[in-house]
């Protein structure tokens, strides 16, 4: 999707301040758990994760494979400004301008980000964008007029590579955002006579239901790559090379949608043999029907982002509905995905109103929603800011999700993620197990995670009542009769017994349960 706001001079929404709300109490937590830089300064330390019989990811990001990551999104202009040098036209207070963030603000916060547990970074396009049009600015990335260098306001090439050869040195690996469905107004190409062939020249899609118009027309009025061209085809091939080569580890594609696919089946196969076969290619198809992603995932792309489960997790956990949606939109999902393993999901992202907002502030449903996302099987990306409780505005569109990264706002949910994200660091049954369903009513859901190694049981009540259920271990599992369990954000056991877990968790509660002797 294309991030255009403030195209339409209506769509803009009034700027409100950040409700700061972080109380006294919570910053002297936050010293207590180590694990505020903003309060100090200190390098971070890794958080246990309690795992009984652990299997850490490796740290070399060159030896992991795409499925065992968790990726942290963040909008380079809005994460943090690490050199006032580059603030050309900077305006804080207007959420559609420049805020100042950049490549060295990113490497500045490198040791934060791995301290939730993010083990991969996400970042906006960083290529030489249009400053601004009508009343917008490209601080987004998705305006480029030339994609063969960055942006003024990010940082010169040289910060570019310090900034992968940081990520990597810290154990992350990174996914380089690019848009090639359309340009810049600006862009040189879009003003030469001679490249009027690199164009459609369509006019703005009317009618989304339209599958030729979504590829054939344009959005928002931006330029859109006539992809067929093969002149074109050859230059955003080069595209990707040149980016490949700075040695990042993969691409989040821009509107999957509006490209025709036989480009991507080009475009996938050019990027595998140029980067190799681990290079992840993750679209952004922005569809709820989850029977149209498998014909990309043949077509050589890794993983989509998951908008099918986004809808339901937005409906079930952030809205209350029933958990009988959610344990059917997994299952239907996993039947229908060519891979599930490597299709990534999310609770919010910069096109999106932030998750706790459309959870009416309730920071229980985060909490659940974050130890849903980080259990299942699924590469989780979390929204920079979504782990501190950062929230939009209940109007407009979602300019207001993207506000300057508050690293402060709330330490306890940072304290549940960190926790989520060690779990899952040590765990290779919550990176790579098959996931069986174990449970479901409208309160209630249960997944298994197994894996030849090692299993978990995950148990998520979304009532805001204590629930109890006595969950039948399933005949594929290893665990036994008499078998102890740790639930490991509690720290409390259980044993199985007449083949049951029996499971008591409080309104909005998860738990995570390992066994605490080897398999
Ligand atoms: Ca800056
Ligand atoms: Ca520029
Ligand atoms: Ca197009």
Redesign the pocket.
Known sequence: MIKSVGLTPNMSTPVRETPRTTPQAQVTDSVVLGQNLAVSQEKPQPVPSGVPHPTPLPEDPKVRSWQGETIYFLLIDRFH???????HA?NKDDLNRYH???L??VIDKMDYIKSTGATALWITPPMDNQTSFVNSDGYHGYWPVDHFKTDE?VGTMDKFKDFVNTAHEKGLKVLLDIPLNHTAWEHPFYQDPAKHSWFHHNGDVTDWDDPWQSENCSIFGLPDLAQENPEVEKYLIDVGKFWADTGVDGFRLDAVKNVPKAFWDKFNQAMHEHAGPDFYLMGEYYVGDPSKYAQYQHGGMDGLVDYPLYYTIDDVLAKGGSMRQLADRVADCDRKFAKPEMMSAFLDNHDTKRFLTKAGGDRDRLKLALSFQMTLNRIPSVYYGTETSMESDHEGWSESSRRMMDFDNDPDMLAHFQKLGAIRKDSIALREGRLLEMWQDDQVYAYGRVHPQDEAVVVLNNSPHEQTREIPVRAESRLREGMALKELLTGETVTIQNGRIHSKLGGKQAAIYMPLDKL
Request: overall charge negative.
């Open positions: 400004d690490g050199d006032p040098n580059n603030n900077v100042g963030g950049d060295q603000g306001h």
